[in-house]
């Protein structure tokens, strides 16, 4: 088979203006950025507000493993294949950030047949949003060092800077370093560090604002460090919230591509699923919604990372409730979480794949503790053997829940017809429930629990003498009433990456928190979280370059 | 009078498609940005190979003062009156730097009715240009310092390593900082710092690019550093250079988008007028000669700096020649040359204009050198007087030159018929003799030499231990038959910026050099130059502000 960038140079795109007709906009609502990308205007929303709005399907999947489960190509081939039932759908998801391009191959825009496109485009600096975070978060940190150094009227204490400088690179020598060096020309020295872009609190504010307005409103209440009496300072203390504002001015409006067959995709924002929420924009999602009948949305990570802070972050922060799941497992990842070794792959196994259905089943309770209808989508692999697809659809015709298997990578829309019809009927014949998993109210050791216990399957929660020295200052802070944002491994369901499966009888430990009180959540940090990766040995893009035509080659 | 961003935000811009409509090109050569602003094919340039060019004006100044003197401004406004007068005129200008326009207001795209718009998008993200810069020249350092960690096959000697990294701020904390700090999963710890983007060797790399193959030539050629036994480490060593080129394959081609009036501008590319040639792109100027009869166009700073190289640098990377010199003036600044202080400007004072003429008559007789016509334009201000207008007239008739007042801030192309029909009659009645201020084949000293001499108007140049020790590594290692790029403070003829007027009998220091072969030229640091700026007090980014219809405020 072709590799991802070959058919995606070789699909033939319709110019963005013939997507944009299918909509119920005007021309005043978008503007082109180049012939294949453009941006909805910002205030698009509000304008539609009257619009009844579409159905929210989330994409989510069982635990990660090294075997692959194909959540976004799932995502994209079935807002395909709902397209080919005549169900009008917009497709919504995560912008692909620049560093991991560069560092190893692995495409962020889908896969196969069910890609966005101009993946090229998608997966270098796109419309520019990802850079004016930089920008943005950078700005902010001049703005405070410059502050100290023209007289720290704030009382800045240096040494508690929690605001980080950022690249949207992998750059593994930025993690920790000391700025402000030589001499009293040249800033006050103190100790720093850079994250990756997408790890971002501004990221994460784009994501979750409902318009601009709402947008600086939050940047002003970005608490990025504390004085040398231990108070909070925000962006608002140093009048920034504005020159913020206004460097995501454009970022701010989502931006429309196409998939390989022409179905509209909203890709907007991308924060990273552990310290931060994982989703999409609120605006997307919602826009989506309103000129969609259906919208395909996904979360980072697995259910127990990526649905729960989208169940309990981004549509608390959005106003709007989904109305089903799809749950994407491969039988390869199941077989892995029943712990064969990603070598053994290939081979038959059934046992295994009977013992890492536990994985799965656990989500599956997990969306139904939200009250929500959900399919589970089992995304088909070339060695996936007719014994192990049979024991899948009994096993899940045991459980009572639906199955539907999926080639989308190879077929592309056609290759998702079944998940398709059976989300639409799920939709159209189960009811909802929604509800979220703790209330704001509860204190923040009672939201923790609720996620530790109903979500991951945890027997208990622990925490660091930091961790509850932390929560009483947050609670002084008048911090403790805004949602969890759990910082955990994605591998696991606990907080231990190697236990695969459904790990049970563990311990979550709370080792430290971090407020991101622009954004509006605490996150709380159960084990080292890395956010600024590195580079392999031999990068991916060394395999880069340009062809004679001006067409990118080896990215993916 | 209205500030720079209401009377921008007033006017009434066409569509960019409608600008386009005004060329010799087809859909397939340009994409949209936004409804306002177009990328060109970097194609185009070869495509319209066999058409003839235009004529090329370049726009140069006096030594700046702190006085003003509106050379963009220039610029614009006489790109405006060649349309008036029917002559089809496109302007080239280069991009701003977004960290100079959060620290000082004061906008970079002309002034008053004579700017290029929409000014806010030009003076933030513009197209993204910068920020595939900031991207491009950081992945390099990732690279750097990645395969030091991973076992450093090529012996890099982290010590010598001269690649920065940068970020398009004013951030005075960055200029010098130790990375790779927190033990040995997080790096090499080494000194580094960062330059803000317009310095990098990669701005300067893509402005003297003739196309992407070019492009492609000049990155792999950067010499980033240096082995333990100081052999030169190149990109192509490190095989990045097909990664460079794709992150920056948007950012070659060249933006265009329209004057207050209409008149078409591109606007590509802005190096630092110091360590680099402070001018826009070669394929900005040239393809700007094949889309209109006449060409105006800029350089950084006097012409002491910026026609220098713009005349011995880039004519020779774009194998090309100007048609004829514009060198602007003010009253303001020439009685500043003339000893007077900033406070002191308003009172009319003929004894300090005289004496200040000097600083033009030396510029003047630079252009003759290069044996090109010129005219002089006077940009006017209210507080001129009538005085001081015929001490000018007089004096430009004494010395056989041709002056044209202007008031194009004012009043739009209106303000600058003298000085367009002065520009048409120079070319149509003078000949030029274009001639280079050195060889290429003379010795680094000679070269030197030839500059100091004959465009400072220097006595003699003094070598420190260091540069002459460089001089002789440089011819070892093949550097010596490039041209020179000196980085000389703008505000004197001088290496001493207190020397206003015409400094006389002096010494020119060459303090070190440094390569920027990837470029292709080498910098001779005659003092400090100062690659990353600090913010003020007060930065004018405190001010700004989107309001509720989504528009820029406070940004000038």
């Known amino acids: 088979m072709k590799c991802d960038i070959e058919i995606a140079q070789q699909a033939t795109m319709k110019p963005i203006a013939e997507i944009m007709e299918d909509f119920p906009i005007t021309k005043e609502d978008w503007e082109p950025y180049g012939h294949y990308k453009a941006k909805l205007s910002d205030q698009l929303l509000e304008k539609l507000n009257d619009r009844k709005s579409g159905k929210i399907v989330l994409v ?14 799932v995502t994209v081939g079935l807002g395909q294949a709902m397209n080919k039932l005549n169900k009008k759908t917009v497709i919504a998801l995560r912008e692909p950030s620049l560093g991991p391009s560069m560092g190893i191959k692995g495409g962020a825009a889908g896969g196969g047949y069910s890609q966005v496109l101009p993946m090229e485009d998608i997966n270098l600096h796109f419309t520019g949003d990802i850079h004016a975070i930089t920008a943005a978060n950078n700005a902010l940190s001049a703005f405070i060092d410059n502050h100290i150094f023209q007289g720290n009227a704030l009382h800045i204490d240096p040494r508690k800077v929690g605001w980080k400088r950022v690249v ?12 402000g060096l030589g ?5 006050v020295p103190r100790e720093d560090g850079f994250m990756i872009t997408v790890a971002s609190e501004i990221m994460a504010i784009l994501c979750l604002a409902k318009d601009m307005d709402d947008l600086k409103k939050r940047l002003s209440r970005i608490v990025f460090g504390y004085t040398y009496n231990d108070q909070p300072l925000t962006v608002k203390d140093l009048g920034m919230e504005g020159a913020l504002t206004l460097l995501l001015k454009e970022a701010i409006k989502p931006n429309v591509v196409q998939t390989i067959e022409h179905t509209p995709a909203i890709i907007h924002g991308g924060p ?6 994982g ?10 919604a309103k000129l969609g009948d259906y919208v395909i ?7 127990d990372l990526g649905a729960e802070k989208f169940l309990d972050i981004k549509t608390r922060a959005g106003e709007f409730e989904p109305d089903a799941v799809v749950l994407v497992a491969t039988i390869r990842a199941l077989k892995m979480h029943g712990g064969v070794a990603k070598e053994a792959l290939e081979t038959e196994n059934l046992d295994a794949l009977q013992a890492g259905m536990s994985n799965l089943q656990k989500h599956m309770e997990t969306i139904e503790a939200y009250g929500l209808p959900y399919v589970i989508a089992i995304n088909r692999f070339p060695t996936d053997t007719e014994a192990e697809i049979a024991l899948i659809e009994k096993w899940c015709q045991q459980q009572g829940a639906t199955v539907a298997l999926t080639e989308v990578f190879a077929k592309g829309g056609e290759g998702g017809i079944q998940l398709a019809e059976e989300v639409v009927s799920t939709i159209e014949t189960q009811e909802k429930h929604f ?3 703790y209330d704001l109210q509860d204190s923040m050791e009672d939201k923790i629990a609720a996620i530790a216990t109903n979500v991951y399957g945890a027997e208990r929660v622990e925490y660091s003498a930091k961790a509850k020295e932390q929560m009483r200052q947050f609670a002084a802070n008048g911090w403790d009433k805004l949602p969890i944002c759990m910082a955990k491994t994605q591998y696991s369901l606990s907080d231990n990456p190697t236990l695969l499966g459904r790990p049970e009888n563990f311990t979550i430990t709370i080792r430290e928190f971090s407020p991101s009180i622009g954004a509006g ?9 890395m956010t600024m990766p590195g580079l392999p040995k031999q990068p991916a893009a060394l395999k880069m370059d340009v062809d004679e035509n001006g067409n990118a080659v080896g990215l993916f």
Chains 1, 2 share one sequence.
């Open 435 to 437: 509800k979220h998993m």
């Open 183 to 187: 001499g009293p020309k040249k800033g």
């Open 279 to 288: 989703c999409n924009s609120v605006i997307a999602t919602k826009l989506a």
């Open 521 to 529: 959540f605490i996150v709380a940090l159960t084990g080292d979280v």
């Open 60 to 73: 989510t999947s069982i635990n990660p493993t090294p075997a692959g489960e194909g959540k976004s190509t």
């Open 297 to 303: 949305t996904e979360a980072g990570f697995g259910a």
């Open 168 to 179: 949207d690179l992998n750059d593994r020598a930025l993690r920790e370093v000391i700025v």
């Open 272 to 277: 990273f699923a552990n310290i931060a929420h």
